[in-house]
């Protein structure tokens, strides 16, 4: 082979690799994690699912969207400088912003940022989306770690995103909650499918049992579709390592609730996508969410 048709053949092998990562570039899932009643594992269930995804080969951002008690930053041991509220001025871009996390996750804290979504002038919430359509191409999913129950900024968050994970614990008051707030869903036609999580179960049939009477109710009476992504066992290591402000994932790697939390991010993989329009998809339905 002449060294003319060498080159040739070189210039198009790499072509098609760049045209195989391309098609590889999968449209990045975006998936609200809330509950109707607070302190039932929200934060804990979104730090330490998004390292167990990341370990399963995904790319995971975190989103701090709770805007009563941000912790993703507190429970990880991390101490961000900025938030969105910068990102929203004007005075940071979102990659001086985002905080690295362990196993390679990406931190967006959201704080006075998010307060202030619904009072932003048009140029700042410009300048907002214009920032987040970065993340399209560095994350494969995005976590929004949201307040509890039905206030207006975590309906937006729920509505926006395309795909809702419930958690709970088996207390009445929050399993009461939870459909509460699956009923709002419901009622707006939010979502088709939401996806449930038991916490602090004592084992795996008390988690089924309420997980199944939790569906057969959302089917009757709502006709929603509540799929059981798995339980997180009671677990002191928990406690423990919350304290620490490290995930329980990371420092005890053969805890139950550890082993729980990687059935769950395996469970999340296998389930398709219920929808999937991307991050600018996600942001162009929140802010418009929160302007009106
Ligand atoms: N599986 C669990 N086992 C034991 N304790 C837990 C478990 N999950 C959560 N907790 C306790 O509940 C507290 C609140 O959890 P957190 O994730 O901050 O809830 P939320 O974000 O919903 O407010 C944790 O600090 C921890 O003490
Ligand atoms: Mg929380």
Redesign the pocket.
């Known amino acids: 082979m002449s060294d003319q048709a060498e080159r040739f053949r070189q210039l198009a092998l790499a072509a098609d690799s760049r045209r195989t990562i391309i098609k590889q570039h999968r449209i990045p899932r975006v998936i609200t994690v809330t509950?109707g009643?607070?302190?039932?594992?929200?934060?804990?269930?979104?730090?330490n699912l998004a390292i167990a995804l990341s370990r399963l080969g995904k790319r995971v951002a975190i989103m701090d969207a709770?805007l009563g008690?941000a912790?993703v930053d507190i429970?990880l041991g991390l101490l961000p400088l900025h938030n969105l509220y910068d990102v929203v001025q004007g005075t940071k871009s979102l990659e001086d912003i985002i905080v690295s996390g362990p196993d390679g996750l990406k931190i967006i804290p959201g704080g006075s940022g998010l307060t202030e979504l619904a009072n932003l002038s048009s140029l700042q919430r410009e300048r907002l989306v214009d920032n987040l359509i970065g993340l399209e191409n560095m994350a494969d999913i995005l976590l929004i770690?949201t307040?509890?129950g039905l206030s207006r900024a975590v309906l937006s968050f729920v509505s926006a995103a395309d795909e809702l994970i419930v958690?709970t614990?088996p207390e009445p008051t929050a399993i009461t909650d939870a459909y509460g707030l699956i009923k709002v869903v419901a009622k707006h036609k939010i979502h088709q499918q939401v996806k449930l999580v038991v916490?602090?179960?004592s084992g795996h049939r008390e988690a089924v049992n309420l997980a199944e009477r939790f569906a057969e109710v959302s089917q009757k009476f709502l006709q929603l579709d509540v799929r059981f992504l798995g339980e997180?066992?009671?677990?002191?290591?928990?406690?423990s390592a919350?304290?620490q402000q490290q995930p329980?994932l990371t420092l005890f790697p053969r805890t139950?609730?550890t082993q729980?939390v990687q059935n769950i991010a395996g469970k999340l993989l296998e389930i398709a996508p219920e929808k999937s329009r991307g991050i600018s998809g996600f942001l162009s339905r929140l802010t418009k969410l929160l302007e009106n």
């Open positions: 509950s009643k607070g302190g039932v594992g929200k934060t804990n269930l979104v730090v709770d008690l912790n429970m770690d307040g509890a958690i614990t916490n602090q179960v997180i066992c009671s677990d002191q290591q928990v406690v919350v304290k329980f139950r609730a729980d």
